[in-house]
């Protein structure tokens, strides 16, 4: 009958789509309803100029649950996905998830009403289960409403793939993917989707992290630009912009992402953090480089990831000792693929814009 209007909500003023004849609306992040007498009522919006910001989405609307600290300026979402009671299930993805959230938290004062986890413990027909549906969600409400100052996180632990492409802006010919818990039937998140929810809204001033520890996971951001390391710690910046001229980038902000593997590569299981619990190697090696005191820049511990690795991966220490390296290797040899010199899992670092790793400082 009528178009969907925008309102704001009567608490919070976030803009809310109205749906058509509708006479109130709540809001999904203060849960406040904002009535409306008659949607012909509400004034028109002013016509859109070259410089105005595009109609929030739809997804903002998911998923529920307490709004962000308006103090904390830090946002996070969270996945991890165990794909239990399938052929594909992973052992130490919900581990991750829940690893990752103590570290935000506990070290760098993440607020938890600010943290979002989906992940097969929460209700199979909420919106915090990782169905592509809520992930989706997740993604949009992230980024949504970020401002200068802002400090956002995406993790995701779980299955990554890869599909052709057929638009010829990938240099191998795949697009990189994330496989959420109902691939099967509803498809994988491709990496043009996640680049359009994630990283091109995020304005200047704003920081978002994305830490993925799958397969196939280098460029999986679909980031212009791919520090690729050697042996020896010297580095070089990769340009990966599409040959189309089309802008993968963010709107002025800064967007970083560690990766567990190169696109070719596969990701693995550990049961390093606990000899009776498994986590990706990936976000192990992370968490260890921060707790170990090589946090001080992205290059030192992009550094420390890919060292503990090769250490492992060649017999060699860096993890930790005895039985530690014994289990870690196990876990490593069952879920990855090897080639001549160790394990084939390089943890990768993919950015907006070049620059020198060893010096920038790393802050989330």
């Given at each position: 009958m009528y178009g969907n209007m925008l309102v704001n909500c009567s608490n919070c003023r976030t803009p809310l789509q109205l749906p058509p004849g509708a006479g109130s609306i709540r809001c999904a992040l203060c849960h406040a309803v904002t009535l409306v007498a008659d949607p012909r009522a509400v004034p028109p919006q002013p016509p859109a100029s070259l410089h105005a910001p595009s109609p929030p989405s739809p997804y903002n609307h998911a998923p529920p649950g307490p709004p962000p600290n308006p103090n904390g300026r830090k946002k996070a979402v969270i996945v991890g996905i165990s794909y239990r009671f399938s052929r594909h299930e992973l052992k130490g993805c919900i581990n991750d998830a829940k690893c990752m959230k103590y570290l935000l938290i506990n070290k760098f004062s993440f607020p938890e009403s600010s943290i979002i986890m989906l992940t097969e413990e929460e209700d199979p027909h909420g919106p915090k289960f990782p169905s592509k549906h809520n992930i989706r969600m997740a993604m949009y409400w992230l980024a949504q409403g970020c401002q200068p100052g802002d400090s956002l996180v995406f993790h995701y632990s779980g299955h990554g793939s890869q599909q052709r492409n057929y638009s010829g802006d990938e240099a191998d010919g795949y697009d990189e993917t994330l496989c959420p818990l109902d691939f099967e039937t509803q498809g994988m998140i491709v990496d043009d989707e996640i680049n359009a929810a994630l990283v091109r809204p995020i304005p200047h001033g704003v920081r978002l992290h994305a830490l993925i520890d799958a397969c196939h996971s280098g460029t999986v951001l679909d980031l212009p630009f791919l520090c690729r390391m050697n042996r020896s710690g010297q580095y070089t910046w990769e340009d990966h912009r599409p040959r189309s001229g089309v802008?993968?980038?963010?709107?002025?902000?800064?967007?970083?992402?560690?990766?567990?593997?190169?696109?070719?590569?596969?990701?693995?299981?550990?049961?390093?953090?606990s000899k009776i619990t498994s986590t990706g190697a990936m976000t192990f090696c992370f968490i260890q480089a921060i707790e170990g005191g090589h946090g001080a820049t992205y290059g030192s511990i992009l550094t420390a990831m890919r060292t503990a690795i090769r250490n492992v991966g060649g017999g060699g220490g860096g993890i930790g000792g005895g039985d530690v390296v014994t289990s870690l290797l196990s876990m490593l040899l069952t879920g990855g693929s090897l080639s001549a010199g160790g394990?084939?899992?390089?943890?990768?670092?993919?950015a907006c814009e070049p620059?020198?790793?060893?010096?920038?400082?790393f802050s989330l």
């Open positions: 802008w993968k980038g963010s709107s002025g902000g800064e967007v970083i992402c560690f990766s567990g593997c190169d696109d070719d590569q596969t990701s693995a299981d550990t049961s390093a953090l394990l084939r899992q390089e943890p990768q670092l993919t620059f020198d790793v060893y010096r920038k400082p």
